[in-house]
């Protein structure tokens, strides 16, 4: 799948995912959501992919998160991924960047994580708020394959729900 492939450009990662998150600081202040981030102090910021992909999938996941509480925090990290995280989930050893999400307000049991990323695994949902959830995460999870990328979600004690992407710092060239 290619998504806006003209789109690729080095670019600052932390402006792009800080627009992001002030847009849905925005959206979210009537519900009493905060969206905070973290960023590893030696993080190099600027990245070659897809920026209007990149933007598009971290609106999808914040804004979903959000929409699954009804107060509470939305956290949002991002850090280089070290080798020795890459070796122990068989991700190809190279430059990249994991990006977490995650909210400790999010109800949702170990039984879902298999089909959350699969939209036609709820299509005989009767609840909208289900639906909708795995259209916004299909997407997300097609997006970070296009970015070169891998995405899953756990469950973690004191953290509750965790999204974690991981793409590389330079989408090889097409």
């Known amino acids: 799948m290619i998504i806006w492939s003209i789109d690729e450009k080095y670019f600052d990662i932390i402006d792009a995912l800080d627009s992001i998150i ?7 202040s ?3 959501i905060f969206i905070e981030s973290e960023v590893d102090k030696d993080f190099k910021k600027t990245v070659y992919q897809k920026k209007l992909s990149f933007k598009l999938m971290m609106q999808n996941l914040i804004e ?3 929409r699954e509480i009804d107060l509470g925090r939305v956290y949002v990290g991002i850090s280089d991924a070290d080798e020795e995280f890459l070796k122990a989930r068989n991700i190809p050893i190279e430059s990249s960047i994991l990006i977490t999400v995650s909210s400790n307000n999010v109800t949702i049991f170990e039984t879902e994580l298999e089909t959350l990323f699969n939209p036609y695994a709820v299509v005989d949902s009767t ?11 299909g997407t997300v999870s097609n997006i970070a394959k296009d970015l070169g990328g891998v995405i ?9 729900l965790v999204f974690n992407i991981v793409i ?3 989408k090889a060239h097409e």
């Open 22 to 28: 002030k847009s849905n600081r925005n959206l979210y």
């Open 30 to 32: 009537d519900k009493n």
């Open 64 to 66: 979903t998160m959000a």
């Open 127 to 137: 609840s909208k708020k289900n639906i909708s959830r795995a259209l916004a995460l």
């Open 152 to 160: 899953w979600a756990e469950i973690l004690p004191m953290k509750g």
């Open 168 to 170: 590389p710092r330079e």
